[in-house]
C-alpha cells in the first residue's frame, strides 16, 4: 500500500500519456476494410475552406444528427466519412440509416413519425412527407423574422438538415476537383464540365473510387483512392501536411481527452480531502499538468491548421477561455500549494471545454473569417485580451463559488485558507481587471480604425464595458472596506454572471425577441448558470459564524491554531 | 499575497468637522464610487436592452448622453406581453459626471506623490481623459455616408441619421440654391413658416422609417410607417428611410398648392412651381459638401471561393483637389481607412447590386483622446498590479527564507 501511495502520481501520469500516445500513432480506420484513412484526408473545398473530407463529414453528420458518428443497419457505430462514402457512391443503404434528429412533436407529426428512442429518422422515412414540409417551410419564410415561432423555426432546421443530404448527393458540396494551380481558388464540383486533362483526370479518379464503393470492390477503391491521394501530393504539395494534421486532429479528439484528465484530476482532488492527502494532490496536478499539454497541443494545432491566433470565433473563445484558466489555476497552484489552484484548473477547464463542446456543434469551427474580421493584428491583440479578461474574471468568480460552497456545506474550510483564497480572488480579479480594460479600450481602437468610431455603445461593447466596470467595483469595495472576505467572494461570484451575459447574453438579444428565444438551448445554459451563481451568493449571505467550517469547538481550535504562524 | 494598496487610506480617514468638510468627504468617498459605477453597470445594461426594439442613436441619445432616462419596464420582458410602466433611472451625462467628480475630489483629498500611488493616479488620469473624450465626441463628432457610382464622382457626403427637405432652386446655371428644413421642424407638427422659403408648409405625416408600396388602385407609391430599425438590427447594416407626407401653401395663405410625398426612397424629386420659380422638392439625407471631389475608379467584392461569405471590399479612389492642388489614387478597404483634411473615410457598405461604393466619412477632432488614455490607464494599471505582485512575491521568498 504505502508503495502504492508512493509510486501513484507516476503510475497515472504515465497511463495517461499511453493513453494520449496510442490515439497519435494508432492507424486511423483501421477496423474498415476500405481505405478510409487515405479517403478520409483527400482535400476538399466547403464553405471557402480547403479540408480533409474527414472534416466535411464530421460537420455535417454533425449538423444532421447531433453527432460524429451514426448506427449502421446492424447496429454497429460507424464513422462520419463511411456515412459520407456511401452517400457519395450512392449506395442504397445511405436513405436507411437513422440519422435525422428531429425533436419537435409538431414535426414528427408533420412528418408523419412517431417519437422513438434517439429521435432520429431515416431519409426513406422522411421522403413521403417532404412536399408537406416545403410547404410549411415556404409558410415559414414568407413570415418576418419576428413572428416566427418554434416550430417554424425546427421545420426550417430539418429543411436545411435534408438541403445538405440532397446537395451531398447532387454532388453540390463540397468543391472535389482541386483547382489546377495549387494554390488556386477555382475548385469544381464532380459532375461539372471539366475543360481540361487534369481536371477530367481528377474526375476520373474520384469516379473510379466511388464506382468501386459502390461495388463493393475493396481492392479497386483502395488502389485508385491511394493513387489519386499520392498523385495530389505531388501537384498540390502546400496542401500537405495540413489534410494529414486536420484528420489526426479529428480523430485524437485532444480536448475530449483534455476533458476527461480534468475530471480525474478534481475527483482524485477531492479524494485526496479523505485520504492519502499528499499523493492523490500530487496526481492529480499531473493530470492537470498532462491535460495542460494536450489541451496547448491542440490549441497550437488549430492555430496552425487555420494561420490564425487563437481566437476566431465564439467556439474558440471558450476554448481559450479554458486554456488561459487553467494556465491561472496552475499559477494559483504555484503559489498555495495545497491542492486548492489544481481544483480551480480542473473545474474551469472542464467547464470551458464543455461549453465550447456544445457550441461546436452547429458546423465547422475554422470557418473562414467574415471581411472586418479578417485581420490577424486586431485578432491577436483585442479578442484574445478580451478573452483572457473572460478567463480570469471566471477564475475569481469560480474559486468565489467554491470557498462559499467549502465555507457554508463542509468543515474543510479554516481562517488561514480562507484568507489565502481571498487574497487569491483579489489577485485575480487585479488580472481579469487589466485584461479587460486594455482588451476592451483595443477594441474601441480597432472600431476607431475600421469604422471611425471608438466607442459605439453596441450591445458587445456594453458587454465588455460592463466587465470592466464590475471588476473596477470589487476592487473599490475592497479598498474602501466596503466589502471584506465573504463580500469579494460573493462579488466575484456575481463577476461569474456579468462576463456570462456579455460573453452570451448580448448574442442572444435579437434570439430573445422571438417568444421561443426563451426555451433555446443556450438560453437555458445561460439562465441554468446564473440561477446556480445567484443560488451561491445567496448560500453566502449567511453569516461566517454560522458556516458550517466555523461552528463548533473544532473549527475554533483550528483558527487558532492557523493564526498564530501568521502573526 | 497581493495586498490592498489603498486599504490604509479608509483607516485613516478623520472624522469630518465643518458641513463643507462633510460634503468633500461624500463626494470623493469610495462608498459613492462604488454607488456610482453599480448605477453605471445598470444603466448600460438597460441600454442594451433597449437596443432589441429601438435604434442604436435613440439609445445612444435617450440613456446615455441625457440627464435622467424612463426606463421602460417592457424592456425585461418577451415582446409578445405588453408591460407598462417605467422607471426613472440616471442617465449617463449625471452619472459620468458625478463619476469625474468623484475622481477629482478624492483625488484633491488624499493625493500624495509616492511610489505607491503615482499608478493609481496615472489609471485615473487617463480615465478622466477617456470621459472627457467621450463626452466631446459626443458634442463634435460628425458621422456621414458618400455613396459613389463606379465610374462616378461624389463632392458631398449624407448624413444617413438627419433627414431634411430640401428646396433646390436651379434657375442658376452655375449653382443651385438649397434651402432645407431640419428634422426636427418636420417632427414638430407645427405650420413651418420662414422668410428663407418660399412657400409655408403643412408636414401631414412624419415616418421615421417607412416602406413605399406599390398603389394598388394607380400606378403611384403609397408610403407606409415601418418600426425603427432596433440596434440589434443596424448591425447587420440596416437603416431608417424616413417619409414625409407635406401640403404647401403659398405664404401666408391658406389655399393648398398640393400635398406631396417625399420620400428618401425616391430618387426623382417633386417639382414645384411657385410665383413663376421652379423647385425641385425632395427629402434626402442631410449632405455636408466637401471642397474636393473623390471618383471612384473600381469597387471590388470578394468572396470566399465557392460561398457568399465576404473576403474584402474595396475602393479605388481618385481624389481630385483643386485648391490644395491633389490629385491621386488612393485603395480604400476593410481595415484601412483613408484620412484626408481631417475627415476619415472608411470602406463602410456598397450598393446592393454592387455598382458602387458607400464610405463613411468621419469628422471627429477628439479621435486622439481615447489612444493617449489608454495607454495611459494600461501603464497605471501594470505599475499598480506589477507593483504590488512584486512586493507580495518578495514577502513570500521572506517567509519561505524564515
Not at chain 1, 357 to 364: A, E, I, T, Y
Not at chain 1, 452 to 465: L, Q, S
Request: charged residues 20%; aromatic residues 12%.
Amino acid at each position: 500500500m504505502k508503495a502504492l501511495e508512493k509510486y501513484l502520481p507516476l503510475l497515472l501520469a504515465l497511463i495517461c500519456l499511453l493513453a494520449f500516445g496510442r490515439s497519435m500513432v494508432e492507424k486511423p480506420y483501421a477496423k474498415q476494410a476500405f481505405d478510409l484513412n487515405a479517403f478520409s484526408q483527400l482535400p476538399v473545398l466547403h464553405k471557402g475552406r480547403v479540408q480533409p473530407l474527414d472534416s466535411f463529414a464530421r460537420n455535417n453528420l454533425l449538423f444532421i444528427s447531433d453527432k460524429q458518428i451514426y448506427s449502421d443497419s446492424e447496429g454497429k457505430k460507424q464513422p462520419a466519412v463511411q456515412w459520407l462514402a456511401e452517400i457519395m457512391s450512392g449506395r442504397p443503404e445511405s436513405r436507411q440509416h437513422k440519422i435525422f434528429r428531429i425533436e419537435h412533436d409538431d414535426v414528427l407529426s408533420l412528418m408523419g413519425l412517431k417519437p422513438r428512442e434517439g429521435l432520429r429518422y431515416s431519409l426513406d422515412e422522411l421522403a413521403p412527407k417532404y412536399p408537406a414540409l416545403i410547404q410549411q417551410v415556404q409558410m415559414a419564410f414568407q413570415k418576418p423574422d419576428a413572428s416566427r415561432d418554434l416550430v417554424d423555426a425546427k421545420t426550417i432546421e430539418l429543411y436545411e438538415q435534408l438541403e445538405v443530404f440532397r446537395q451531398i448527393m447532387a454532388f453540390e458540396i463540397p468543391l472535389v476537383l482541386p483547382a489546377l494551380k495549387a494554390e488556386g481558388n477555382d475548385w469544381l464540383p464532380l459532375g461539372g464540365e471539366k475543360s481540361d486533362l487534369n481536371r477530367s483526370n481528377y474526375a476520373n479518379a474520384w469516379y473510379k473510387s466511388l464506382k468501386a464503393y459502390q461495388n463493393n470492390d475493396i481492392s479497386l477503391f483502395n488502389a485508385t483512392t491511394a493513387e489519386y491521394l499520392q498523385g495530389l501530393k505531388s501537384s498540390h504539395p502546400s496542401l500537405f501536411p495540413k489534410l494529414q494534421i486536420e484528420q489526426r486532429f479529428n480523430l485524437s479528439m485532444p480536448f475530449y481527452q483534455a476533458m476527461v484528465l480534468f475530471v480525474l484530476a478534481f475527483l482524485l482532488s477531492v479524494f485526496g480531502w479523505m485520504f492519502w492527502g499528499t499523493a492523490l494532490n500530487r496526481s492529480a496536478f499531473g493530470l492537470v499538468v498532462i491535460g495542460l499539454v494536450i489541451f496547448t497541443g491542440a490549441l497550437l494545432t488549430r492555430m496552425y491548421l487555420q494561420g490564425r491566433p487563437p481566437v476566431t470565433n465564439l467556439y474558440s473563445s471558450a476554448i481559450f477561455v479554458g486554456w488561459v484558466a487553467v494556465l491561472m489555476g496552475l499559477g494559483v497552484e504555484w503559489f498555495m500549494k495545497n491542492g486548492f489552484g489544481t481544483i480551480m484548473a480542473s473545474i474551469t477547464g472542464f467547464c470551458a471545454l464543455l461549453v465550447a463542446h456544445n457550441l461546436g456543434s452547429g458546423g465547422d469551427t475554422l470557418e473562414m473569417m467574415r471581411a472586418v474580421l479578417d485581420t490577424n493584428f486586431w485578432l491577436a491583440t483585442h479578442v484574445t485580451t478580451v478573452t483572457m479578461g473572460y478567463s480570469a474574471s471566471f477564475l475569481a468568480g469560480f474559486m468565489g463559488l467554491i470557498v462559499i460552497i467549502m465555507g457554508v456545506l463542509t468543515r474543510k474550510l479554516d481562517k488561514n485558507l480562507y484568507t489565502k483564497i481571498s487574497a487569491m480572488i483579489y489577485g485575480t480579479v487585479a488580472f481579469a481587471t487589466l485584461f479587460s480594460f486594455v482588451g476592451t479600450v483595443l477594441g474601441g481602437i480597432w472600431a476607431d480604425q475600421s469604422w471611425g468610431r471608438f466607442w459605439g455603445w453596441d450591445p458587445k461593447e456594453n458587454g465588455a464595458v460592463m466587465i470592466v466596470l464590475w471588476n473596477a467595483i470589487i476592487l473599490h469595495a475592497r479598498w474602501g472596506g466596503l466589502a471584506k472576505k465573504r463580500g469579494i467572494a460573493l462579488l466575484a461570484i456575481g463577476g461569474n454572471i456579468v462576463t456570462a451575459w456579455s460573453w452570451f447574453g448580448v448574442n442572444m438579444l435579437g434570439v430573445g425577441l422571438h417568444s421561443y428565444g426563451f426555451t433555446d438551448k443556450a438560453f437555458v445554459g445561460l439562465a441554468g448558470f446564473v440561477g446556480l451563481n445567484l443560488l451561491v451568493i445567496w448560500l453566502g449571505t449567511i453569516p461566517e459564524e454560522h458556516w458550517r467550517s466555523f461552528k463548533g469547538p473544532q473549527a475554533n481550535k483550528k483558527e487558532s491554531l492557523s493564526d498564530v504562524p501568521l502573526k | 499575497m497581493i495586498d490592498a494598496p489603498a486599504a490604509p487610506l479608509a483607516e485613516k480617514k478623520r472624522k469630518p468637522k465643518t458641513p463643507l468638510q462633510q460634503l468633500l468627504a461624500f463626494f470623493g468617498s469610495l462608498e459613492l464610487t462604488v454607488t456610482l459605477l453599480t448605477l453605471s453597470i445598470l444603466l448600460i445594461f438597460f441600454g442594451t436592452l433597449a437596443q432589441m426594439d429601438q435604434g442604436i442613436w435613440t439609445v445612444v441619445k435617450d440613456y446615455f448622453r441625457s440627464w435622467l432616462v424612463w426606463v421602460d419596464f417592457q424592456i425585461f420582458f418577451p415582446r409578445d406581453r405588453a408591460v407598462p410602466g417605467a422607471l426613472p433611472f440616471p442617465g449617463g451625462n449625471t452619472l459620468g459626471s458625478l463619476l469625474l467628480i468623484n475622481l477629482m475630489v478624492a483625488h484633491a483629498q488624499r493625493f500624495k506623490l509616492s511610489k505607491q500611488k503615482i499608478g493609481l493616479s496615472v489609471i485615473h488620469a487617463g480615465l478622466i481623459l477617456l470621459l472627457v473624450g467621450e463626452g466631446l465626441t459626443g458634442l463634435y463628432a460628425d458621422e456621414s455616408n458618400m455613396t459613389i457610382d463606379e465610374g462616378g464622382s461624389a463632392n458631398y457626403s449624407e448624413d444617413i441619421r438627419h433627414p431634411e427637405l430640401a428646396f433646390v432652386d436651379s434657375s442658376d446655371a452655375k449653382t443651385d440654391l438649397v434651402t432645407v428644413v431640419p428634422e426636427s421642424q418636420l417632427r414638430s407638427g407645427k405650420r413651418i413658416q420662414s422668410p428663407q422659403l418660399p412657400v409655408d408648409i403643412q408636414v401631414d405625416a412624419y415616418y421615421k422609417n417607412s416602406v413605399l408600396e406599390k398603389d394598388p388602385s394607380g400606378a403611384g407609391f403609397k408610403a407606409k410607417q415601418a418600426p425603427e430599425i432596433s440596434g440589434t438590427q443596424s448591425a447587420e447594416g440596416g437603416i431608417d428611410m424616413p417619409t414625409a407626407l407635406v401640403t404647401l401653401f403659398p405664404k401666408g395663405s391658406d389655399k393648398a398648392l398640393g400635398s406631396y410625398t417625399t420620400s428618401v426612397w425616391l430618387k426623382s424629386s417633386n417639382d414645384i412651381e411657385v410665383n413663376g420659380k421652379k423647385y425641385a422638392l425632395n427629402l434626402r439625407f442631410e449632405r455636408s459638401y466637401k471642397p474636393y471631389t473623390f471618383y471612384l475608379k473600381d469597387f471590388r467584392f470578394d468572396r470566399y471561393p465557392g460561398t457568399e461569405i465576404p473576403k474584402n471590399f474595396e475602393s479605388t479612389v481618385r481624389i481630385v483637389d483643386t485648391e490644395h492642388k491633389v490629385d491621386r489614387e488612393v485603395k480604400i478597404w476593410m481595415n484601412h481607412p483613408l484620412r484626408y483634411r481631417g475627415d476619415t473615410f472608411y470602406q463602410a457598405s456598397y450598393k446592393p447590386d454592387e455598382s458602387g461604393t458607400v464610405l463613411q466619412v468621419v469628422k471627429n477632432p477628439s479621435w486622439l483622446i481615447p489612444y493617449i488614455s489608454c495607454i495611459l490607464v494600461t501603464l497605471g494599471l501594470l505599475l499598480q498590479f506589477g507593483f504590488s505582485l512584486s512586493r507580495s512575491l518578495k514577502r513570500r521568498a521572506k517567509r519561505s527564507a524564515t
